[in-house]
């Protein structure tokens, strides 16, 4: 099965020159540490950031300098700061290329559920539910099922939701699959990973693309 890191790195394969990208809390923060060379790619924080680059070391750490999930981050040269309202603007005009999101469930529709568990307490909904219903592209990484082995890629969403119809492609720990004509699409497997397995712990219905191939990094 792929680490989050492995994840993320799969996930920057989709990163083109000159995109503005927001990147959602947990896995989706790691995308920064594999920009493919020769490309030029702006990283968009909702707390105000543009021009996020990789996590900083221990010698790099300002701890001035943080993203939407409070995490320490470095900046690239010509990196500025604003305010949530040019933030909030920048993502509502649709400037934003791509949004790479964590998510609890997404469904066969397209549907996300990445900001509340009924009866536990939640800081807030965050900028997701904005970043959800402007952003022409949207990728979720995930765990493909959560903590007792259960299927997070569903028929039908049972947590509150954050966006409808809204999610085109989902990176696992077990592959890359697409969401089209209301049914899951499984185009490439973790390395090591049967298309069988994949079948069994996905609730969703799911079919596997003409083309699925095993992963490469």
């Known amino acids: 099965m792929l680490t989050k890191e ?4 799969r996930i920057s394969k989709e990163l083109q020159d000159s995109f503005y990208v927001n990147l959602g809390i947990g896995i989706p923060t790691l995308v920064a540490n594999y920009v493919p060379s ?26 001035d300098l943080i993203n939407a999930g409070k995490q320490t981050i470095t900046t690239l040269p010509g990196a500025s700061f604003f305010d949530s309202e040019l933030s909030f603007g920048m993502i509502r005009g ?6 790479v999101l964590g998510a609890m469930e997404v469904s066969q529709y397209g549907d996300i559920a990445n900001w509340k568990i009924p009866g536990k307490m939640v800081k ?12 022409e592209n949207i990728i979720v990484a995930m765990m493909h099922t959560n903590r007792v082995g259960a299927s997070k890629l569903l028929k039908q969403c049972s947590l509150p939701l954050t966006g409808v119809g809204c999610v085109k492609t989902i990176v696992t720990n077990l592959g890359l699959l697409t969401v089209e004509n209301n049914q899951f699409v499984l185009q490439e497997t973790a390395p090591n990973i049967g298309i069988e397995y994949v079948k069994s712990v996905t609730e ?14």
Not at 48 to 62: H, K, S
Not at 94 to 99: A, E, N, V
Not at 124 to 135: E, H, N, P, R
């Open 204 to 217: 969703g219905d799911l079919v596997v693309s003409s083309t699925c191939k095993e992963m490469e990094f």
């Open 94 to 99: 649709q400037h934003i290329d791509l949004t």
């Open 6 to 9: 492995q994840i993320a790195q």
């Open 38 to 63: 020769g490309i030029n790619v702006e990283f968009q924080s909702e707390n105000g950031v543009l021009g996020m680059g990789a996590f900083p070391t221990r010698e790099q750490v300002d701890a």
């Open 124 to 135: 807030g909904m965050g900028g997701a539910m904005d970043l959800v219903a402007s952003a």
